[in-house]
């Protein structure tokens, strides 16, 4: 029995080879095996191959045996079998090489394949939104497509594989059954010695060989196994995550079937509700129009009775002279309202609130509608109308608004007509329609424009000015657009100011009015064509007028001249002749003109006839070239048509260098920055006055200027912004003027300057023909709040100190006032009485008052931070008590004043008031105590006293000033020559002492005046008195 082969030892499975890997090496300690190539089969016509000497020796050719026959027999079997197993051999190894090759791709297979589901299992784990797609489903079914050919991929190489191994195990077996059966006799042969021949060395070596390489060929096996089993337990992990991809795609496409139908469900319903909508407004559209069909009927019919309805006449105390009391005419349905359920008042401007927009002027006064009983309740529409001053000057760009307050300080427009009354024809009125009582108040402002830009696109052209228009296409709106346009006109008074103020502004030509857009859209799909006029070129007008006078007087056939020359009389002609000679002499050549000097003339004037002038103008103007361009070379155009004649003025030729080149800058108002900026705007002038220009974004507020070439962008937009307060301020002046007979009742007007003359005639008409010249110009806006104000020895004496109005152009704004001097001892100097009437601006300002936060005890937490950075510890702050609430603070609303101007006033002085009062003295009592000078005898002295008495109140000792003092107070209480004369001697009895002897000191004092008489009479009345 041959030995049995001992089992081969399993090496462990080696690690999958990495793509792109080289194939497995053999181990160390085994050889590796040759590469045999294949026997090819031979043909049966040849010869097969001789055999070798041993198998000669073997055979009996020699000394040969019968048993070395048997021996070489068998050696030869079994290098026929050796040969056979190596052609096995290289067969296996090719075969192991092929398997190794498949290996690598099952590899790469393996990792695609991982690769693919984990793709799928992000995309089935994607977010709900992204999985209701039907690019989603594309997207999973592209997935699932790609991952089940793969598996069908690696499920057909595995069963190659399979085959493959098959093939290679079944040679293998029988080649290893024919090794043992061959070798197996010769080694269990105990009793024969153990010859070994070369052959069967060889042999051995070659069955170990073969042993190697049957380990190797075992080992690979394994490997291939291994992966076979690997590849199939990853194939039935996909194949079960396809299947459950292909039901969760499954049911996403149900889900997503389920969603579309209900989707396609509730469109339907919506759309049937559409319909069933669309026809309700359809029918409730139709219903409308009847009602507003059988309304209108009925308004025709009610305006048919509402003309035969009484107007209601409101008479109101009105500050204006316009209105000719008139508040308000009211027309409503008898029925419902009559005359005294309503008053009509008016309400000072400083208290009704009203909010001054720009460009918006008061030309009426603020009425207020109250019912009379706070139980009657209004149940008809009233049909008001509110006189205005509108002139006639303004409607051509302005036109009467009323504005209702709807709530405090908020003003809304009311649609308003102009209309007028038969009743009053002189008066205009503004009329509206209100259900309500309420404050309103009639305003004027620039014509507003509303115009409805279509979705289809066109050209589109202003109501209010036929020149302006828009030119859209249908992709600039998305929908129907709406806006409005007011046109601001800029007037020649205003520019006259402008270029009196900026002295650059001479350079701007012409510029067209200021136009104010309110746009629905605040984008454009496509720029829109905006076309405006501008003013031509002055330059250009008056060349071109020129230019055609001149050709008329060229193109006059001299028949006419002739029939007009004989229609004169003869003297008359003789008269002319000598001036036609004149007038002949400057056209002709002269000595001392050179013919260079002659104005160069454009070529292109011929055509100027056929085109006309203004054309030819503005298409000169749109190049940017000047009639009187010269050619490259220097040398001027000669035109044989018309050549300009040159002027003789003072023995000079006069020569013209207006340059008719222009450009134009487009200007923006700026909302955040309140000012006119320059927008880069592509400008082309279409006719000598119009122009054109694209706006790709919508544009508030803008203007253009036709300018002269010479000017920067810096001086435009200073030129603009100085035009834009000149538009939007008044120039006024302050005019005082008093009544002749009572300088003290005064009448201030602020008028503007354009219109002083006849604010002038109006109070001389009313008597105030006196007072101090007009102050200088100033400018106010409207709704500036005005403040009368005095300095010097001046006051006003009404209720209210400081008179306040409110500004506006179109109303007067006057004070009537009465003043008073503040001191009447000051200004002694002067005969009358000088003060100041000061015009101040009070400027609202609102100011937020700060709080004042209680101020901590800082020497504590200093002292508390002190001690912890020592201790290096901060101790805990006992708890602080809670604070109240604060309370929101309000804002603080002032006015402060600015000084506009100021006028000198002056009235005269009241002399009853300056003449000094009497002294109140008490009654002198002369008691004559045994005296002879008795009260009697003073009498007697004062009464025959003459005109020498003041010198003899000198002589008894009285002062001066005293005796000025006396003299005084006789003027002012008007006392006789008696009593002053008697007051005289009272006070010098007064100073005298009791002792005195006064008949002697009054007898030297009349004595030292001549006056004897009354010595005497004291001599004889001192002697009488002794006797006694």
């Not at 000497?53 to 073997?58: F, G, T």
């Not at 989707?263 to 009847?290: D, S």
């Not at 209004?378 to 760009?397: A, D, E, V």
Request: glycine share 4%.
């Amino acid at each position: 029995m041959p030995p049995k082969k001992p089992p081969a030892k399993k090496p462990p499975a080696p690690p999958p080879p990495k793509k792109g890997a080289a194939p497995p090496k053999a181990k160390a300690g085994g050889a590796e095996p040759k590469k045999v190539p294949s026997e090819t089969k031979q043909p049966p016509d040849t010869v097969p191959p001789a055999p070798s000497n041993s198998a000669l020796a073997l055979t009996g050719e020699g000394d040969a045996t019968p048993a070395d026959a048997a021996a070489a027999a068998d050696i030869e079997k079994s290098k026929s079998d050796s040969k056979t197993k190596l052609d096995v051999d290289e067969s296996s190894s090719a075969a192991t090489k092929v398997a190794e090759d498949k290996c690598k791709d099952k590899t790469l297979d393996e990792a695609t394949l991982l690769k693919g589901l984990k793709q799928l299992q992000e995309h089935i784990l994607s977010e709900a939104t992204v999985q209701a797609g039907p690019e989603y489903l594309e997207a999973l079914k592209s997935k699932v497509e790609a991952l089940t050919s793969d598996m069908d991929h690696l499920k057909r190489y595995c069963e190659d594989s399979q085959q493959q191994l098959e093939t290679v195990m079944n040679p293998i077996k029988k080649i290893t059954e024919k090794i043992f059966r061959t070798v197996t006799p010769a080694e269990t042969d105990k009793e024969s010695p153990p010859k070994k021949s070369l052959e069967e060395l060889e042999l051995e070596a070659r069955q170990k060989r073969l042993h190697v390489q049957l380990v190797k060929i075992n080992d690979e096996l394994l490997q291939v196994s291994k992966i076979a089993v690997e590849t199939e337990a990853a194939a039935v992990g996909a194949s079960q995550a396809c299947a459950e991809a292909v039901e969760l795609a499954k049911k996403i496409q149900e889900e997503l079937e389920e969603k579309q139908r209900q989707e396609k469900e509730a469109a339907r319903l919506a759309e049937l509700e559409k319909q069933k909508e669309a026809e309700r407004l359809a029918e409730e559209e139709r219903k409308r129009l009847e009602e507003e069909k059988k309304e209108a009927a009925l308004i025709k019919q009610r305006m048919k009775e509402a003309r035969q309805w009484q107007l209601i006449t409101y008479n109101v105390t009105s500050p204006l002279e316009f209105d000719g009391g008139i508040g308000c005419v009211i027309r409503a349905d008898p029925q419902y309202f009559k005359k005294s359920n309503a008053e009509c008042s008016v309400i000072n401007q400083l208290e009704a609130g009203y909010v001054f927009v720009d460009n918006e002027e008061v030309i009426s006064n603020i009425i207020e509608l109250t019912p009379t009983s706070p139980t009657y309740i209004l149940k008809c529409n009233l049909c008001i109308y509110i006189p205005h001053n509108l002139s006639r000057q303004q409607t051509g760009s302005r036109e009467p608004l009323i504005k209702m307050e709807t709530a405090p300080g908020r003003w809304n427009e009311v649609k308003t007509k102009d209309a007028t009354l038969d009743k009053f024809r002189e008066a205009k009125f503004a009329q509206c329609d209100v259900k309500v009582f309420c404050r309103l108040i009639v305003v004027s402002r620039f014509k507003k424009d509303h115009m409805k830009l279509k979705q289809r696109g066109g050209r589109f052209v202003s109501k209010v000015d036929p020149r302006v228009s828009f030119t859209t296409t249908p992709e600039t709106f998305g929908r129907k657009e709406k806006i409005s346009v007011q046109i601001q006109p800029i007037d020649s008074l205003s520019m006259a100011e402008l270029k009196q103020k900026v002295p650059a502004a001479k350079a701007i030509l012409t510029t067209s009015s200021i136009f104010n857009i309110e746009w629905a859209s605040r984008t454009f799909g496509t720029p829109i064509e905006l076309t405006l006029p501008v003013p031509p070129n002055p330059i250009v007008v008056k060349k071109a007028a020129m230019a055609r006078a001149a050709k008329e007087a060229k193109t006059k056939p001299a028949a006419a001249e002739q029939q007009e020359d004989e229609q004169k009389p003869a003297e008359a002609k003789e008269e002319v002749a000598p001036k036609k000679e004149v007038k002949a002499a400057p056209k002709g050549p002269r000595p001392d003109v050179k013919k260079d000097d002659k104005k160069p003339v454009d070529a292109a004037k011929k055509k100027e006839g056929k085109e006309g002038k203004e054309g030819k103008a503005g298409k000169e103007a749109k190049e940017g070239k000047g009639k009187g361009d010269e050619k490259e070379g220097g040398e001027p155009e000669e035109s044989a048509a018309y050549t300009k004649p040159i002027k003789w003025y003072m023995g000079q030729y006069a020569t013209n260098t207006e340059d008719e080149r222009d450009q134009f800058f487009f200007l923006q108002l700026h909302e955040k920055k309140k000012r006119w900026v320059i927008l880069p705007i592509d400008i082309d002038p279409i006719k000598i006055d119009m122009v054109e220009m694209k706006l790709k974004e919508p544009i508030d507020r803008f203007l253009v200027f036709r300018t002269t070439l010479s000017i920067s962008t810096a001086e435009v937009e200073l030129i603009a912004n100085t035009l834009h307060a000149i538009l939007i301020s008044r120039t006024v002046q302050m005019v005082v003027r008093q009544k002749p007979d009572d300088s003290c009742d005064v009448m201030v007007h602020i008028a503007q300057a354009s219109k002083l003359d006849r604010v002038l005639r109006r109070l001389q008409d009313d008597d105030y023909d006196v007072g101090p010249e007009p102050s200088g110009e100033v400018t106010l806006k409207d709704g500036d709040l005005l403040e009368l104000a005095f300095r010097g020895n001046v006051k006003c004496i009404d209720r209210n100190p400081n008179p306040q109005i409110i500004f506006n152009t179109n109303l007067e704004n006057k004070f009537h006032i009465n003043i008073q001097e503040r001191d009447i001892y000051v200004q002694k100097s002067y005969d009358v009485y000088r003060g100041f009437i000061q015009l101040r601006r009070l400027t609202k300002v609102i100011t937020m008052p700060v709080r004042k936060v209680k101020e901590r005890a800082k020497s504590v937490v200093k002292a508390t931070v002190d001690e912890a950075s020592s201790s290096h510890q901060l101790e805990e702050k006992p708890a602080e008590e809670e604070e109240p609430e604060e309370v929101p603070l309000k804002p603080i609303i002032e006015f402060k004043p600015s000084l506009i101007t100021e006028v000198l006033i002056t009235f005269p002085k009241n002399l009853d008031l300056l003449a000094p009062k009497p002294l109140r003295k008490a009654p002198i009592t002369y008691i004559s105590l045994n005296d002879p000078v008795t009260v009697q005898v003073l009498t007697k002295i004062a009464t025959d006293l003459g005109a020498e008495w003041p010198a003899t109140a000198t002589s008894l000792g009285i002062k001066p000033v005293s005796l000025m003092h006396l003299q005084r107070d006789a003027a002012l209480v008007k006392k006789t020559e008696f009593e002053q004369k008697y007051d005289m001697i009272m006070l010098w009895v007064k100073a005298l002492e009791k002792s005195e002897n006064k008949a002697a000191i009054l007898a030297s004092a009349l004595a030292a005046h001549g006056r004897e008489d009354l010595v005497k009479f004291l001599e004889e009345i001192t002697r009488k008195s002794f006797r006694k």
